[in-house]
């Protein structure tokens, strides 16, 4: 011990290392030597560690806010290269999660996303024209219950279908042929199957539940 007190040692030896530091910090072996034991004394502390970094962050939360903000806009440069580095590396995952996105019913919609979105909601919604039901996709519509259908695609223009699969609720949303909702539409909202049955020409030619 160069000192007696350790107190005064503490400092000496501090002093020390940062001036060792300083003068090997671009010596490889120094800094993979440096690197390796100080992630063994990491994984032999792990939870002691973690604990106190947690606390370190709590105790010091605006103080680092302030300098993660300096360092930001001092790095500006730096951050932006890194950015496009890592776009260009990790191209394929970014791709995939861009898919996923996209059939995870965000973003605009596309004729491809609309074949996508529609399969969805025949499975939600059901296959069939709720009232005839009439089964071939090119016949099927998306009834509003209550009402508001027009209001509806105003506001959200071609986004309804993603609404209706997110909201996934059958009491407000069913699966309609253009005939039974057109027909709804005329009607005071309830298909003329229903309330003209016995007004056809040829009676018994299709039959609604
Ligand atoms: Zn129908
Ligand atoms: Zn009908």
Not at 15 to 27: E, G, R
Not at 35 to 61: D, F, I, P
Not at 154 to 160: C, G, Q, S, T, V
Request: charged share 35%; glycine share 4%; with cysteine.
């Amino acid at each position: 011990m160069p000192y007696k007190d350790p107190e005064k040692n503490k400092v000496a030896m501090k002093v020390a290392s940062k001036k060792y530091y300083a003068t090997h910090k671009d010596d490889p072996d120094f800094t993979n030597h440096r690197k390796e034991t100080r992630r063994e004394w990491y994984l032999a502390h792990r939870e002691q560690e973690n604990e106190r970094s947690q606390l370190y962050n709590e105790t010091y939360k605006e103080k680092l806010a302030v300098r993660r903000r300096e360092y930001d806009i001092d790095n500006k440069e730096y951050i932006k290269q890194r950015t496009l580095n890592y776009l260009a590396s990790h191209k394929d995952t970014i791709k995939a999660k861009r898919h996923k996105y996209w059939t995870d019913y965000k973003g605009p919609l596309t004729k491809q996303k609309r074949a996508i979105f529609w399969l969805r909601v025949l499975e939600l919604y059901g296959d069939r024209c709720s009232c005839c039901g009439e089964d071939l996709r090119a016949f099927g519509t998306i009834e509003h219950i209550n009402g508001g259908g027009s209001e509806h695609r105003k506001k959200n223009n071609l986004r309804i279908l993603r609404d209706v699969i997110e909201e996934n609720d059958k009491s407000k949303y069913r699966v309609t042929c253009w005939n039974c909702h057109l027909g709804a539409h005329h009607n005071g909202g309830i298909c003329p199957h229903k309330t003209h049955s016995t007004l056809r020409v040829k009676p018994k030619v299709v039959q609604c539940e």
